[in-house]
């Protein structure tokens, strides 16, 4: 059963923007940008704008990227921008924010009423923040801005500030994502996070971020397209794995960004010497800065072709994989840089069905997955091999089917049509400025 997603009536000038890292990257939010961005032509947007980085930009990061001829399009009436940055070689870092600052000033003095979201405080927030000042210094922008946080905003910058007493930058954040018009969090844990470390921050230098967060921070759960997980077939399905060499309940999956945090390191410790290492391969697809690392440790464990590394699933794939897995394991664990703070891929694979998910219950992966997974502890490798050689060689198909159901049935209240519309009764709820 879906959510509904009967079209409302269209109001002519009416813009959705949204300020993201988008495809090709690989990153759960790029994938929630593109959920929000279509569902916004249902839901009475006739112009929805994905604003971004030029390719080369997003390169030059050494960003995972998808490729690129097999990124899925977009439906008529999104269109994505990539400003080109301003000036020279002189301005080393800022060329590509101005160009994407400028972009978004011209779209807010055109006159069009638009809603403005940004997916991650650094830098999308801010930018947003930036073109509004400058926007609203030299006319009557009709706007309003949504900033969403995510995990890595805190640990990647608020909290490496707290630590290394550079408060400047972690203030400049802080007050960029309360400047907007509604603030909103990927998870109850993200906006725990959010104040346990304003709260710091405010115990040093007597500051007020951490009530301000408190009271103005809401929680918006990730949007997922539940429709390519909920319409497989079995021939879908048994394509996808015969053009991968692969056969139903033939494998165990491992399907995100190739990193540290990711646990993926436990995940082939855990199958080495396992009872499902002799009925099952482990699959581990996905890009990251890991990936010539994760090679080299299967070669070392000596797992050879049981062990296939898999840099250029799409996404029209991706559901087809997760759905023949004889489990799924992300073994997702807490890292300086990096916290899970909501699990996208989690929901997917519940959405998809075939086996069990098996992860550990680090960050937001809780509210993602309920209790509809098997949780491990953390950098447990022999308890990661204990519930894995159970799921794959002792589960009945009742105890298959039965963990299915509950998984999908939880899983759907992060339907990207159930998400929008929660998420835009809050913002409707505010008029937009008059002109």
Known sequence: MTVDETPV?????????????????????????????????????????????????????????????????????????????????????????????????????????????????????????????????????????????????????????????????AAQLLSGYLAADHCVAVSQYTKDLIVASAATLDSLHGTTFARQCAERIAISYPAVDSWPYLSLTDDAIGATLTRRGLSRDGYVLFLSRIASAKGIDDLIDAYAGSRSAERVQLVLAGRGPQEDEVVAR???????????????????????????????????????????????A????????????????TGGVPEAVGDTALLVPQHDPAALRAVLDDVVCDWTPEQRAMAEQDARAYALQFDRVAVFDRLFARVERAAVPAA
């Not at 300086?336 to 699990?343: D, M, P, R, W």
């Not at 929901?347 to 219950?361: D, M, S």
């Open 9 to 169: 009536p269209s109001t002519p000038g009416r813009r959705l923007v949204l300020v993201v890292r988008a495809d090709p990257v690989i990153c759960g939010h790029s994938g929630e940008a593109r959920c929000l961005a279509e569902v916004a032509l249902t839901r009475g947007f006739d112009d929805v704008r994905i604003v971004t980085w030029p390719l080369d930009a997003l390169e030059a990061a050494r960003l995972p990227l998808k490729p690129l001829d097999r990124v899925l399009p977009y439906s008529p009436g999104i269109t994505v921008e990539r400003p080109d940055p301003v000036g020279d070689y002189r301005v080393p870092d800022g060329r590509y924010l101005a160009g994407l600052v400028g972009r978004l000033v011209e779209l807010f003095l055109d006159g069009v009423p638009t809603v403005a979201m940004s997916l991650y405080l650094s830098p999308h927030a801010l930018a947003v923040q930036e073109a509004v000042q400058v926007a609203r210094r030299i006319g009557s922008p009709q706007v309003v801005t949504v900033a969403e946080a995510v995990g890595s905003d805190i640990t990647n910058v608020v909290r490496d500030c707290v630590r290394t007493g550079r408060f400047g930058a």
């Open 346 to 361: 989690l929901v997917e694979k519940a959405l998809a069905g075939g086996g069990p998910v098996i992860t550990c219950a």
């Open 298 to 344: 299967v070669a070392a464990a000596g797992l050879g072709e049981r062990v296939p590394v898999l840099t250029d699933v799409d996404d029209a794939e991706k559901p087809a994989l997760m759905a023949g897995s004889a489990a799924f394991v992300l073994p997702t664990r807490e890292e300086a840089q990096f916290v899970e703070t909501f699990g996208i």
